[in-house]
C-alpha cells in the first residue's frame, strides 16, 4: 500500500528528548517500511526515517530557537502540501490534535485514518467534530473514547514498542530493585498514581519527567510533596 502519515510538527520524529506522539509516529512508519510498503513521512526536516520524508519546515518548532513562531502557520503549510499529494496515497493517517485537517479533507475522509494521541475532553472537540462525522478515528485507550463517545470509532489500538527495543535482565544487582516513571509531570500521566503504587508495593519509585510551563503549578503543588529523596527520587 501507498500510505501517509502526517505528524505533528512539534518534535522531530523521532524525538531527540521527550516527544510521545512523535516517537509513536516513527516507530509505526518504520514497522510499515519492513513489511514492504510505500510510506511517506510528512514531518519537520530534522527528522531520520528510512520512509519518504516532505518537510515542510526545516525544524521541529519546540527546536527551533527563532522567536514569534506560528504553530497554526506551520501546520496548515503542511496540510496544504499533504492535500496537493492526497492522490498519491491509498491512505492518509493523521497523527494532529485538535482535528486541524478536517475541513482539508472532509472530501476524502473515508480514505483517512485520524490517531488522537491525546485528551478528548476538550470542550470544543465535540461540535467541531460533530461537524466532520465522516472522518474514522483509533483511539490509543477505551477511556479516551468517553470525550467522544459518538464519534465513528474504527478501534482501539494501544501505543506499543518494537519488541527489539528493550532486552530483559533476568540476572540480580547490588541495586535495590526499583520502579520507573518516565513520561511528563502532568494530570494527564498521573504520576502521583505511580507514587501511589510505589508506596503501596513498598518499592522505591524514580521519576524522570518533562516539567512544561503549564505544568509547574500541578507540579509544585501535587508532585513535589510526594518526593522524600530517599524512597521516591
Known amino acids: 500500500m501507498k500510505i501517509a502519515h502526517v505528524a505533528p510538527l512539534y ?3 523521532p524525538p531527540r528528548l521527550y516527544g510521545g506522539t512523535e516517537r509513536i509516529v516513527s516507530y509505526l512508519t518504520e514497522a510499515l517500511v519492513d513489511l514492504g510498503h510505500e510510506v511517506t513521512l510528512f514531518a519537520s526536516g530534522d527528522s531520520q526515517t528510512s520512509a519518504t520524508l516532505v ?3 526545516e525544524r521541529a518548532l519546540r527546536l527551533d530557537p527563532r522567536p514569534l513562531k506560528s504553530e497554526i502557520a506551520a501546520h496548515l503549510s503542511m496540510l496544504a502540501q499533504v492535500r496537493d499529494r492526497a492522490s498519491e496515497f491509498d491512505v492518509i493517517h493523521f497523527h494532529l490534535s485538535h482535528f486541524l485537517h478536517f475541513s482539508f479533507f472532509e472530501d476524502l475522509a473515508d480514505r483517512t485514518v485520524t490517531t488522537p494521541h491525546g485528551r478528548l475532553d ?6 467541531a467534530y460533530e461537524r ?6 483509533i483511539s490509543i485507550s477505551h477511556s479516551q473514547k468517553a470525550g467522544l463517545a459518538k464519534a465513528n470509532w474504527l478501534a482501539t489500538i494501544h501505543h506499543g514498542l518494537p519488541t527489539t527495543l528493550y532486552e530483559p535482565t533476568f540476572e540480580t ?10 513520561g511528563r509531570f502532568s494530570r494527564d500521566k498521573r504520576p502521583d498514581r505511580a507514587i501511589e503504587i510505589a508506596l503501596r508495593s513498598g518499592l522505591k519509585l524514580k521519576l524522570a519527567a518533562k516539567i512544561g510551563d503549564d505544568e509547574r503549578a500541578y507540579f509544585h503543588e501535587v508532585v513535589e510533596p510526594l518526593i522524600d529523596g530517599d524512597r521516591i527520587v
Open 11 to 13: 518534535e522531530s520524529v
Open 173 to 182: 544487582t547490588a541495586e535495590e530493585p526499583y520502579l520507573a516513571f518516565l
Open 132 to 137: 466532520f462525522p465522516r472522518f474514522p478515528l
Open 55 to 57: 518537510a515542510s519546515r
Open 122 to 127: 476538550y470542550v470544543d472537540l465535540a461540535p
